[in-house]
Structures are given as structure tokens and as C-alpha cells.
């Protein structure tokens, strides 16, 4: 029986592909844990059809009978929506179709971003957390889709469950130049790239392959990634409200492992009681290094082509 305070939960998009898969579990517990109440504030363009889905959206969260979904916000008005948010989840955007780079998005979506981070400033509770999903994700701090999937491929290869799979974090951008570091991964307890034992397959297979699995799908879907996409953001909030946990997190740089100062690049993190500490201790070798200058390259170009969003 839950008897804690409900936590506000706003997410926008809420009647999108993404929505569908990631509301259920938010409200099943699978994101805040099976003592935490949920209010679910839902956010939709404020046009007939979307706001039409969402209604149908919440006859099914009604119809699931979740125990801890206690109370539910649908609107159209973003301000009514991050009212008093604990959480904002910002998946509405555009997502890209087959042939489009994720840098397409960039001026359209970032609009979105700028508008709402506005409005959360204004609303949201004082200890909100905001995540975005919503692409491209050069200042997206969910690079947590790429580290399950790096740890899905490895584990495929090496013919071992899942959880054998450990110390994989994702270094950059959520773009094809991302770096997914198996040089320090390890595969039941040892080096990874000795188990794997083809260093030829880790670089020009492993790294490609988690680098453009997103546009695989939308090629494969004719749509972009949503059900796994919603579980990358269960799991980045679970582990973010989860102390000690260890994740990959697109965070502020300040410089760290060579990234530009300012800009936002995927990293690991350690979640402590109050937030969480960037790892900043793994020594990187020169082929690490010669892929985080790149992907590194694409954020400072990316940021360069926002900067009137951002002034
Ligand atoms: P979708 O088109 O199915 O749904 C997006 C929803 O957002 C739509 O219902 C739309 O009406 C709504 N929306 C648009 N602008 C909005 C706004 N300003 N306020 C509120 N709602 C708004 O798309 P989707 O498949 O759910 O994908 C959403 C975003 O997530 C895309 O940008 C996609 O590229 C991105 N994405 C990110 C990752 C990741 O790992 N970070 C993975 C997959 C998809
Ligand atoms: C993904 O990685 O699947 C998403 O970011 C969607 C996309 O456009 O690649």
C-alpha cells in the first residue's frame, strides 16, 4: 500500500509513440519504485487530434486500475503541465525519418526546449529534474539507449547474459560519432576487448553498429525507436534516483576528458543521495582519445549552429 507523498511527473509528447510505451511503466512503478504515488501531468500540442489521443491515452491508464497513479493533468499549456513538476520528461518533439541525421532536427526542436525550459523555470517545483529525449540530443542528457545498447551487442558477441556485460559507458554525443567505450568494459569481471578477443570486430563492427542503430530502426520501422526508448528512460531516472548507481549521463563537460568546455557530452556518473558525480578518472588511450575528439568536434559544431537559440 503506498502511503508515500505522490511526486508530479510531467511529460510532454504524451500521446507520441514514446508516450505510449513510457507512461504505463511510470505509472506501474517501474521508474520511481513500487512505494512511490504518481501524478502524471500529460503535455500534448494543444491541436484537436493529439489532444484527442491523450484522452484516449488516459482512458487506458484509467482502465490499467495502477495503484499508484493517483491523479492525472491533461492540457495543452505547458505551463499547466510543469506546474509544480518534480520530474519533466521531455519527449514532444519531431522525431527524424529514414534519411535524416539527427542534426536535421536541431532548429526545429530547439525551439521546443528553449520555450520549455522557460516555462519550468517559471512553474516547476524548486527540486525539479528535467530530462530530454527529444532529439537531437547534443544537449539531450539521455544517452542511456546507447549504453544498452552497446551493452546488448557486446553481450550478443560474447554469448553471455546481459548483466556479464558491466563498465560500458557511452562518451560524446547521441550521434553516430558517439563513442562507446569498450576499452574499459568488462565481460564477467574481465577486460572485454580480451574475452571478445577481435579487436578488428570492436572498431569497425561494435562501434558503427551501436553509432547508427537508431537510423537501423527507423529503416527496418519506417518509424524511429519508442519502446526501447522509453525503457532507456525508466532506467536513466531509476538509476538517477537510485544512490551508487553508475550510468552514462550527457552532462556539462567542464572540460572533462578532453570535451569542450560548456558543452553537453555523455559521460559516466555516479548517483549519490543529492545528485550525482561525474566520474572523471578513467585514463583513455590514444585510439579513446582520437574518438572523443570527434565526436567532441560534432558537439562544438552542433552548439555553434544553436548559439542564437542559446543567446
Ligand atoms: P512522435 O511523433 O510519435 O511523438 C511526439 C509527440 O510530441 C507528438 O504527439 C507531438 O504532437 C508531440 N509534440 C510535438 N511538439 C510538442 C510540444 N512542443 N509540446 C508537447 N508535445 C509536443 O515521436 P516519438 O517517436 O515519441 O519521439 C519523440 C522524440 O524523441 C523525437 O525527437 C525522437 O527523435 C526522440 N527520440 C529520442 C531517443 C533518445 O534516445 N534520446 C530515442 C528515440 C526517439
Ligand atoms: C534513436 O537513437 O533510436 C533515436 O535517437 C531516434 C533516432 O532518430 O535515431
Known amino acids: 500500500m503506498a502511503s508515500r507523498k505522490p511526486i508530479r511527473v510531467a511529460v510532454t509528447g504524451a500521446a507520441g509513440n514514446i508516450g505510449y510505451a513510457l507512461l504505463f511503466r511510470i505509472a506501474s512503478g517501474a521508474m520511481f519504485g513500487p512505494d512511490q504515488p504518481v501524478i502524471l501531468q500529460l503535455l500534448e500540442i494543444p491541436v484537436e487530434g493529439p489532444q484527442k489521443a491523450l484522452k484516449g491515452v488516459a482512458m487506458e491508464l484509467e482502465d490499467c486500475a495502477f495503484p499508484l497513479l493517483t491523479d492525472m493533468v491533461l492540457t495543452g499549456d505547458a505551463e499547466v503541465a510543469f506546474k509544480d513538476a518534480n520530474w519533466c520528461l521531455l519527449v514532444g518533439s519531431k522525431p527524424r525519418g529514414p534519411g535524416m541525421e539527427r542534426a536535421d532536427l536541431l532548429k526545429d526542436n530547439g525551439k521546443i526546449f528553449i520555450a520549455q525550459g522557460k516555462a519550468i523555470d517559471a512553474v516547476a517545483a524548486d527540486d525539479a529534474r528535467v530530462a530530454v529525449v527529444g532529439n537531437p540530443c547534443n544537449t539531450n542528457v539521455m544517452v542511456r539507449l546507447d549504453e544498452n545498447r552497446a551493452r546488448a551487442q557486446l553481450a550478443q558477441k560474447a554469448g553471455v547474459a546481459i548483466d556479464e556485460v558491466t563498465d ?69 531516472v531509476r538509476d538517477l534516483v537510485t544512490p551508487g548507481k553508475v550510468h552514462s549521463v550527457a552532462v556539462s563537460s567542464e572540460g572533462r576528458y578532453g570535451f569542450a568546455p560548456g558543452v553537453w557530452a555523455g559521460m559516466p556518473v555516479r548517483t549519490t543521495a543529492s545528485g550525482y558525480e561525474v566520474i572523471d578518472s578513467f585514463a583513455m588511450d590514444d585510439f579513446a582519445k582520437s574518438k572523443i575528439a570527434l565526436t567532441n568536434d560534432e558537439l562544438v559544431g552542433e552548439r555553434e549552429t544553436i548559439k542564437d537559440l542559446l543567446a
Not at 187 to 197: E, F, P
Open 168 to 236: 560500458l559507458y557511452i562518451y560524446g554525443n547521441h550521434s553516430p560519432t558517439m563513442f562507446a567505450d569498450f576499452t574499459h568494459a568488462k565481460i564477467g569481471g574481465k577486460d572485454a576487448a580480451g574475452v571478445i578477443g577481435d579487436e578488428a570486430w570492436l572498431k569497425n563492427d561494435f562501434l558503427p553498429t551501436v553509432g547508427k542503430r537508431g537510423a537501423a530502426i527507423i529503416e527496418a520501422r519506417c518509424l524511429s525507436s519508442a519502446a526501447s526508448a522509453a525503457n532507456a528512460l525508466v532506467d536513466h
